[in-house]
């Protein structure tokens, strides 16, 4: 079965620290990649994603993330952080090839920005 | 656009009783999810659909639970009798079938059960 594992369950981060947060799935097969964001008492957004391509994806509010197909990793950058980034970071996986399925979401990792 | 919506944003409700979550996914939307978040167990997905139809329920906790989709603008979870450990946030998502299309959460519900 898959699944995905992000290693650091709490960062705290000073503003303009860079930020790498891990995520590793296991999956043999091609994948589907997304980082998905949910700031304090809101839903999940996402941040960006990867089906195919360009294995550097960038999202919005200027995150990234490098699909490394050999690692199975597929972590998320932010080169300066910002308070406003203070929130909880999911990394989800799901098989490529098409149909729309069961979405496996990592455990989160928690993002505190100190000012 | 309107996005997913989800009804209520909050219950408060005492053990035994029948909880009832209401979602109406995007226009278009062919597949949808409904998930549980804890503080323990994190983001569980319960039950998905693609185009009305049950595909995968392993992840429905027992036979407490159940969710329909009688057609493809609504979708209810139902939880009878009611527990105080069904107590989390349930959110709703939908997207189209192509897998790598992300999907679209509504706002949650917070269900209490005292």
């Known amino acids: 079965a898959q699944s995905v594992s992000q290693h650091n369950h709490h960062v705290i981060l000073s503003e303009a620290a860079s930020l790498e947060l891990g995520c590793n799935y296991s999956?043999?097969?091609?994948?589907?990649l997304f980082w998905y964001v949910q700031y304090p008492g809101q839903h999940l957004q996402l941040l960006l994603k990867?089906?195919?391509?360009?294995?550097l994806v960038k999202g919005i509010k200027g995150f990234e993330a490098e699909f490394i197909k050999s690692k199975f990793s597929f972590n998320l950058r932010k080169p300066s952080v910002q308070w406003s980034d203070t929130a909880e970071y999911f990394c989800?996986?799901?098989?490529?090839?098409?149909?729309?399925?069961?979405?496996?979401f990592g455990k989160g990792t928690k993002l505190s920005v100190k000012p | 656009d309107a996005g997913v919506i989800q009804s209520p944003r909050h219950e408060v409700t005492e053990m035994g009783q029948e909880v009832t979550l209401r979602c109406k996914p995007i226009?278009?939307?062919?597949?949808l999810f409904w998930y549980r978040q804890t503080m323990m167990r994190g983001l569980e997905l319960l039950i998905y659909?693609?185009?009305?139809?049950?595909?995968?329920d392993s992840g429905m906790p027992e036979d407490r639970f159940s969710a329909k989709m009688p057609n493809a603008s609504f979708s209810t979870l139902k939880i009878q009798p009611s527990e105080p450990r069904d107590s989390a946030v349930y959110f709703c998502?939908?997207?189209?079938?192509?897998?790598?299309?992300?999907?679209?959460f509504g706002d949650g519900t917070r269900l209490s059960i005292l």
């Open positions: 998502a939908s997207s189209t079938n192509r897998g790598y299309q992300p999907q679209h």
């Open positions: 999956y043999g097969g091609t994948v589907n």
């Open positions: 990867y089906f195919s391509g360009d294995p």
């Open positions: 989800a996986v799901n098989e490529g090839g098409g149909s729309q399925g069961n979405l496996i």
């Open positions: 226009s278009g939307h062919n597949s």
């Open positions: 659909f693609n185009n009305n139809v049950p595909i995968d």
